[in-house]
Structures are given as structure tokens and as C-alpha cells.
């Protein structure tokens, strides 16, 4: 992939040839809606008709992880459901994204309690958080077209080929200020 | 009404050795029971043709460890309370008996509802903390089941004779019950991931 080559010794036709695979890449995009909770509804209401998400080419959803290349988490996730969230994230083939949909799997939302997990980037890597309780589909929207962008570029929080260590030190775990408490 | 209050006193002259209180609070009534006659009082208020309760509408618990001791219990116009203004109980609000002293740590409560009579009852069985233990009804309503399995895994009360007494909505490998009142609420443990 383009990211292990030296760019300068990249000739023309290859550089066109990865802007070609982004390009058809981010308006390809079969998404995995792991909905759970209220923010499903927004998620329907971003893909119906109103708010299309069909002209950005992410009509289709696919609800198996073995066809899919964006898991959508949409709606709170509990730590019961944790284990299922990260199966289903392992079972996908590369490449893969993952968004973060609501404020409940960004951060943990308004729950601070036993039985929510506290932000889904402590489970598995995440490329765009769409805030939001829940986002309108104005929002859901514009997080998609940044993650087109992230497509067209290649760049995955997952696919990154020295793997999240590439990360500059402090960006490699998740913005945790007060564990050097 | 004097047709409201009929039923605890239906309650009251059948089982007169089991009933601790009954009141009447914000209009329904309510029959404070001895755990001993649960199950024989419920299948006589599912049986008899003046109460025919053929409906279980839910099974709760409450907690009682802290109340009267947190602003939210007892909230006054002088004291500070967590409710605005308008939800604040005011000075001459209805009160309810206990009827059993604060060593009674649990009540169970049994919401049950009459289709043919269209009348309600309330029935609070109190548990001690030591032995937090009650018959279960699902022999007599079936709705019991998934219920008690909730109050099982919220408040830690054992329902002898249910079928298949497992936590319901935490997993398995959770520690402790989580809407006890000595609780953390904030106290995550996770499967997977860091604690916090």
C-alpha cells in the first residue's frame, strides 16, 4: 500500500491508481449499523429519504461483519454488550472503519454509571466521532463525508501498518488526562 | 370511597394474621404483608371471584437503607432539596406507615390488577437484610418469573422456589447488586477494557 513506499519514488500511475481505490472506495461504503439504542432512530432518519445517505453511496447496509467495511456504533453499549461489540469488530476484513455515533459511544454520553461502557475507544480503535444526543443527521452526515475523507486518503486508525504505535506517544492511548494522576 | 377500602379490608378479615398495615396512598391500596402468607393471600386475591387480580403488573423492591437520611427522602421547604420547588412534597404532603421498623431493610412490592373487577391493589411484603429471602409467586402468575429474576439481580433477594433464579440484566460475573443503596452507582466492572 502506499504507505510503506517511499513517495518520491512513486511513479505517476500509481499515485492515480490509490487516488482512484480511495475515490471508489469512500463512495462504496457497506456499512455495519450496530444500533442499541435512541440514536438508531437518527441513524434511520440519516438513511431515509430525507436526509439520504444513499447519494453518498452508503445505501446498503450490510448487517454481517463479513461483508461490511464501516461498523456504525450507534446508541449507548453496555458492558454486557462489550464482548460482542469487540467480536463482531475482529470479525471484519480489512479495510475497516469504525464511527462512533452518539455521545454515548464517544464518551460514555450522560451515563456515568455500573453498566455503560465509557466510550467504545476503550474497546476498539475509532476513525470519526459524530457527538450528539442524538446528532442530527446535519451532523451524521458531516462526520460521513470526514470519514470519506479519511477513506480517500487511506488512512484508518486500524489500518495504520506499524499499528497504533505509529501514533505520535501521547495520541496512542485514548485522552486519558488524569492517568498520570 | 368506602368501595375502594373494601379490598383491605377483604384482605384484612381473611388474613388477619398476616396483615401489618394497609393504607391508602395517593388512592391506591396498599396491604402490608408477612412474608408467611405470601403465596396463600396472592392465590386467594387471584382466586376469589371479589378481587379476581389476574394480572401481575410488576414486582419491585425497595430499598430502605438510606431513607430519611438523604434530602431526596425527605425533602422540606426549609432544607435543601435535589427537586425544584414545585416537586418538593409540601409540609402537610401524604405520608405512609411502614408499619415494621427501619431493621426491615427490603420491601418487595406486588402491583396486581383485576380485568373483570378493573381494580388495583398493592401489596408490600418487608424483608430484613440478614435473610432476604420470600416465596416466589410465579406458581400463581407466570409474569413473576422474569421479574423476580430482575429483583434478584438489583437488590440480591432470593425467591424461593423460581425456576430459573438468574441475574437478568448484568452478566454473570458481576459482583454485588447494583440498586442496592450501598451501591456506588459509578462502579463499573468490566468485561473487557479498562476500568475506567
Known sequence: MANNVDVGKLGWTTTRLDQALGWARKFSIFQYPFVTACCGMEYMATACSHYDVDRFGAGFPRFSPRQADVLFVVGTISHKMAPVLKTIFDQMMEPKWVVAFGVCTCTGGFYDNYATVMGIDTIIPVDVYIPGCPPRPENVLDGLMKLQDKIQLGTSAVMLPQGLAARPAELAGPHRPEEHL | ?196
Not at chain 2, 377483604?10 to 391508602?24: E, K, N, S
Not at chain 2, 386475591?45 to 430499598?63: E, G, K
Not at chain 2, 416465596?135 to 422474569?146: G, K, L, Q, Y
Request: glycine share 6%; proline share 8%; with cysteine.
Open chain 2, 1 to 196: 370511597m368506602a368501595q375502594s377500602s373494601s379490598l383491605s379490608e377483604l384482605v384484612r378479615t381473611t388474613f388477619p394474621q398476616w396483615v401489618i398495615a394497609t393504607h391508602a396512598y395517593g388512592g391506591n391500596d396498599t396491604v402490608v404483608l408477612k412474608r408467611e402468607g405470601l403465596i396463600e393471600a396472592m392465590r386467594f386475591l387471584r382466586d376469589d371471584s371479589r378481587s379476581a387480580f389476574n394480572v401481575l403488573m410488576d414486582l419491585s423492591c425497595v430499598d430502605y437503607l438510606k431513607f430519611g437520611r438523604t434530602p431526596a427522602s425527605r425533602p422540606s421547604i426549609t432544607t435543601p432539596s435535589p427537586l425544584p420547588y414545585f416537586m418538593t412534597p409540601k409540609p402537610n404532603a401524604q405520608v405512609w406507615e411502614r408499619g415494621v421498623g427501619p431493621e426491615y431493610r427490603f420491601e418487595v412490592v406486588y402491583h396486581l390488577y383485576s380485568v373483570q373487577r378493573n381494580h388495583r391493589l398493592r401489596i408490600k411484603v418487608p424483608l430484613t437484610e440478614a435473610d432476604p429471602a420470600i416465596d416466589s409467586v410465579t406458581t400463581v402468575w407466570s409474569a413473576a418469573n422474569w421479574l423476580e429474576r430482575e429483583v434478584w439481580d438489583m437488590f440480591g433477594v432470593r425467591f424461593n422456589g423460581h425456576p430459573n433464579l438468574k441475574r437478568i440484566l448484568m452478566y454473570e460475573s458481576f459482583q454485588g447488586h447494583a440498586l442496592r443503596k450501598d451501591y456506588p452507582a459509578y462502579k463499573r466492572q468490566p468485561l473487557i477494557g479498562p476500568l475506567n
